[in-house]
Nanobody
């Protein structure tokens, strides 16, 4: 069973940067798609970005395009989310997740990101 552990969250001023990491342990299938999601206070969880283990194909939510970059290091079984030009509305708990089919069914515990104005 794959386990995901996020790290790298924290408090940052608007305009600043953070890099989140998602370390995967266990048997990782090359067909996995790794995603980042977030849940802001009082809001539903939303998709942020995703990357495929094979090929590194990426997708982004419109709200983060041009500011966030998702990448992976297969040798370290780690996925990253580089977040630049952060805004207060990016404040949320960020989750890493994995899927093989159409449903993300493996989730990390989340890491808090707070952007002050």
């Amino acid at each position: 069973q794959v386990q995901l552990v996020e790290s790298g969250g924290g408090l940052v001023q608007a305009g600043g940067s953070l890099r989140l990491s998602c370390a995967a342990s266990g048997r990782i299938f090359s067909s996995y798609i790794m995603g980042w999601f977030r849940r802001a206070p009082g809001k539903e969880r939303e998709f942020v970005a995703a990357i495929s283990w094979i090929g590194g194909r990426t997708t982004y939510a419109d709200s983060v395009k041009g500011r966030f970059t998702v990448s992976r290091d297969s040798a370290k079984s780690t996925v990253y989310l580089q977040m630049n030009s952060l805004k207060p509305e990016d404040t949320a708990v960020y989750y890493c997740a994995a899927r093989v089919g159409s449903v993300y069914n493996i989730w990390g515990q989340g890491t808090q990101v707070t952007v002050s104005s």
